[in-house]
């Protein structure tokens, strides 16, 4: 089964570190970019940080730069989520994602659509005092 | 940063209705755009990319159009497991940014 299974959320204190991982099963781990998305209670989708494939390109929004780190074992089929120096804002639902799909462009070219294909079922984590 | 907005921010429908959900980008994104619908306590489930290509799966009900800035979700004949929240997402440039929602919900 293609899926993707998130765990590692918990209840943290402001300025405390958590790290979440994301399991991939049923696809070729290695050959997509994956994503971390969060959602805050009650509030929209926000992208969080990517990598490719290869873990050579790696990207982060500005509200974590700095902060969190995101890596992959493509050996585990894993997707990490290193979170330091939380915040209460930082509270919210955790998805990993994974990029694509791949498609034909009327071109005729096949190509990568960034946008996020499959999704796991969320991990929380919740910052408090 | 490329700042999606969507309007309605909630719609009430019945079943069998027509709904349209327009996105909108504060600049060119030609059709690099992705709608989603969430339902309450789940991910997000992709509906379609490149503003009108249907992800697989996804029932033909569902329609997308626009490029540039402006573009719709078009929902025919709404059946019930249609209520839910949609979202769109532009996927030209990073940071990846998503609208606010459009909930739609039964009349």
């Known amino acids: 089964e293609v899926q993707l299974v998130e765990s590692g959320g918990g209840l943290v204190k402001p300025g405390g570190s958590l790290r979440l991982s994301c399991e991939a099963s049923?696809?070729?781990?290695?050959?997509?970019?994956m994503n971390w998305v969060r959602q805050a209670p009650g509030k929209g989708l926000e992208w969080v940080s990517g990598?490719?494939?290869?873990?050579?390109?790696?990207y982060y929004a500005d509200a974590v730069k700095g902060r969190f780190t995101i890596s992959r074992d493509n050996a585990k089929k894993s997707l990490y989520l290193q979170m330091n120096s939380l915040r209460a804002e930082d509270t919210a639902v955790y998805y990993c994602?994974?990029?694509?799909?791949?498609?034909?462009?009327?071109?005729?070219?096949?190509?990568?659509?960034?946008?996020?294909?499959?999704w796991g079922q969320g991990t929380t984590v919740t910052v408090s005092s | 940063d490329i700042q999606m907005t969507q309007s309605p921010s909630s719609v009430s429908a019945s079943v069998g209705d027509r709904v349209t959900i327009t996105c909108r980008a504060s600049q060119d994104i030609s059709r690099w755009l992705a709608w989603y619908q969430q339902k309450p306590g789940k991910a997000p489930k992709l509906l379609m990319y490149?503003?009108?290509t249907l992800q697989s799966g996804v029932p033909s009900r569902f329609s997308g159009s626009g490029s540039g800035t402006d573009f719709t979700l078009t929902i025919t004949r709404l059946q019930p497991e249609d209520f839910a929240t949609y979202y769109c997402?532009?996927?030209?440039?990073?940071?990846?940014?998503f609208g606010p929602g459009t909930k739609v919900d039964i009349k």
């Open positions: 994602a994974r990029k694509g799909p791949y498609y034909y462009d009327n071109s005729g070219n096949y190509r990568l659509f960034d946008a996020f294909e499959m």
């Open positions: 997402q532009q996927a030209n440039s990073i940071p990846f940014t």
């Open positions: 990598l490719s494939g290869s873990s050579s390109y790696i």
């Open positions: 490149d503003a009108s």
């Open positions: 049923g696809f070729t781990f290695s050959n997509y970019g």
